[in-house]
């Protein structure tokens, strides 16, 4: 494609972003001061949509971008705008203030980042399979109660509430659950089985049947730390836009929305697609306008993925577009973010947003886990 269809496409985009109305050559000569004639982005505008970058929808003489050109948009014409530093410290405020468990953390980056696009939010608890058991105790409450505390290698903390049988007493569950410490401390997360942890019953004296549920309580507070937390914001705030008039696409969209671990394991694919992408040493998604109509990498942006239309492999979703981003907290944790919303979406202001959120969340949460003596519990 040459500049001039560059030109072109981009006003095209910018425009119809704007009205949602198929755009036509007169109004790019008026309302962009192209230096070219309307016969000529005419001419322009047919060849771009026999190359399958504009369709032309049947009632107008205007045309919109497709899938394709949405694409070579988001790869090539990008421009994203800065966010001025005061917005950075307020968002920080906003993340951490009177927090109290850090589930509010990720909370309040869906409900952010819905309230700034105005589109619906999804955000990813942290993924600790990786991670390994420092330390796991299980503490009386009172008969038939327990807590197990279970302490991750990057420090984390995890609370969970257990039954136990209620003629274990407070000295038989601590001979339990040192030989469940011993058993598994230094595993990772996702190697540790039910067998694995059935073998602790070889290191105590007390009956087998009683030792055996308490190992299952522990082995399920155990794996409960794995599940990934669904996070959304802003479902209804997609009703405002022009393409949820249609009850039908609205109602499959919705239908999606409410399979949330479905949605999370496809956030999940993204982000191992991006990791292949990072070894492949591609920089394709770290992009922001270096001058006027060129684009430069840029390290200190996190990488982010944008998928459109036909290429979001969940149903509901063909006229939609799904940004994410992957949150890091120290080496070993990860969670994700994303943003959805019509196709016809302003691309370089949410990916600056959900960019800068996605640093913002990274470091507040770092700070909280990296801080001498200070644990972030994670408690049901």
Same mark, same amino acid.
């Not at 394709?68 to 994203?80: I, M, P, Q, T």
């Not at 006027?292 to 006229?319: F, S």
């Given at each position: 494609?040459? $500049?001039?269809?560059?030109?072109?496409?981009?006003?095209?985009?910018? $425009?119809y972003v704007?009205t949602?109305e198929? *755009?036509?050559?007169?109004?790019?000569?008026?309302?962009?001061?192209l230096? &070219?004639?309307s016969a000529?982005?005419?001419?322009?505008m047919?060849?771009?949509?026999?190359?399958?970058?504009l369709?032309?929808?049947?009632?107008?003489?205007?045309?919109?971008?497709s899938?394709k050109?949405?694409?070579? &948009?988001v790869d090539n014409?990008?421009?994203? !705008?800065?966010?001025?530093?005061?917005?950075?410290?307020a968002?920080?405020?906003f993340?951490?203030?009177?927090?109290?468990?850090?589930?509010?953390?990720?909370?309040?980056?869906?409900?952010?980042?819905?309230?700034?696009?105005?589109?619906?939010?999804?955000?990813?608890?942290?993924?600790?399979?990786?991670?390994?058991?420092?330390?796991?105790?299980?503490?009386?409450?009172e008969?038939?109660r327990? @807590?197990?505390? #279970? *302490?991750l290698?990057p420090?984390?903390?995890?609370?969970?509430? @257990?039954?136990?049988?209620?003629?274990?007493?407070e000295?038989?569950?601590?001979? @339990?659950g040192?030989?469940?410490?011993?058993? #598994?401390?230094?595993?990772?997360l996702?190697d540790?089985?039910?067998?694995?942890?059935?073998?602790?019953?070889?290191?105590?004296?007390?009956?087998?049947?009683l030792?055996? =549920?308490?190992?299952?309580?522990?082995?399920?507070?155990i794996k409960?730390?794995?599940?990934?937390?669904?996070?959304?914001?802003?479902?209804?705030?997609?009703l405002?836009?022009?393409e949820?008039? $249609?009850?039908?696409?609205?109602?499959?969209? &919705?239908?999606t929305?409410? =399979?949330?671990?479905?949605?999370?394991?496809?956030?999940?694919e993204?982000?191992?697609?991006?990791?292949?992408?990072?070894m492949?040493? #591609?920089?394709?998604?770290?992009i922001?306008?270096?001058? !006027?109509?060129t684009?430069?990498?840029?390290?200190?942006r996190?990488?982010?993925?944008?998928?459109?239309?036909?290429?979001?492999?969940?149903?509901?979703?063909e006229?939609?577009?799904?940004i994410?981003t992957?949150?890091?907290?120290g080496?070993?944790?990860?969670?994700?973010?994303?943003?959805?919303? !019509?196709?016809r979406?302003e &691309?370089?202001?949410?990916?600056?947003?959900?960019?800068? *959120?996605?640093?913002?969340?990274?470091d507040?949460?770092?700070?909280?886990?990296?801080r001498?003596?200070?644990?972030l519990?994670?408690e049901?």
């Amino acid at each position: 494609m040459d $500049d001039r269809k560059k030109t072109i496409l981009k006003a095209i985009v910018d $425009d119809y972003v704007k009205t949602c109305e198929p *755009v036509g050559s007169k109004s790019l000569v008026e309302r962009y001061n192209l230096n &070219y004639s309307s016969a000529t982005i005419r001419n322009e505008m047919a060849e771009l949509e026999e190359m399958g970058f504009l369709v032309k929808p049947h009632t107008s003489a205007g045309r919109m971008p497709s899938d394709k050109g949405y694409r070579a &948009y988001v790869d090539n014409l990008l421009s994203l !705008p800065e966010i001025p530093p005061e917005e950075e410290i307020a968002v920080r405020q906003f993340l951490t203030e009177n927090l109290r468990e850090a589930r509010e953390m990720i909370e309040r980056t869906a409900e952010y980042l819905a309230e700034k696009t105005n589109y619906l939010s999804v955000v990813l608890s942290p993924q600790y399979s990786d991670t390994s058991l420092e330390q796991i105790k299980i503490m009386m409450i009172e008969p038939g109660r327990a @807590i197990v505390v #279970l *302490v991750l290698s990057p420090g984390v903390v995890h609370d969970r509430l @257990i039954r136990i049988p209620s003629l274990i007493d407070e000295k038989d569950l601590n001979e @339990i659950g040192q030989a469940i410490e011993r058993c #598994l401390t230094g595993k990772r997360l996702n190697d540790i089985t039910l067998v694995t942890i059935s073998s602790a019953a070889e290191d105590t004296e007390l009956p087998e049947a009683l030792v055996n =549920q308490v190992l299952y309580e522990a082995y399920v507070a155990i794996k409960q730390t794995e599940r990934i937390e669904v996070y959304i914001d802003g479902k209804y705030r997609l009703l405002k836009h022009p393409e949820f008039r $249609d009850v039908d696409r609205a109602s499959r969209f &919705y239908d999606t929305m409410r =399979q949330e671990q479905m949605v999370a394991g496809y956030m999940r694919e993204l982000e191992q697609e991006e990791e292949i992408d990072a070894m492949k040493g #591609l920089d394709t998604l770290e992009i922001i306008e270096s001058a !006027p109509g060129t684009l430069a990498t840029r390290k200190d942006r996190p990488a982010y993925m944008v998928r459109i239309g036909q290429e979001i492999a969940l149903n509901g979703m063909e006229d939609m577009s799904f940004i994410t981003t992957t949150y890091r907290i120290g080496r070993r944790i990860s969670g994700q973010i994303g943003v959805i919303g !019509p196709k016809r979406m302003e &691309y370089g202001n949410i990916i600056s947003q959900i960019s800068f *959120v996605n640093r913002a969340l990274s470091d507040v949460a770092e700070g909280h886990y990296t801080r001498g003596g200070d644990r972030l519990t994670l408690e049901d």
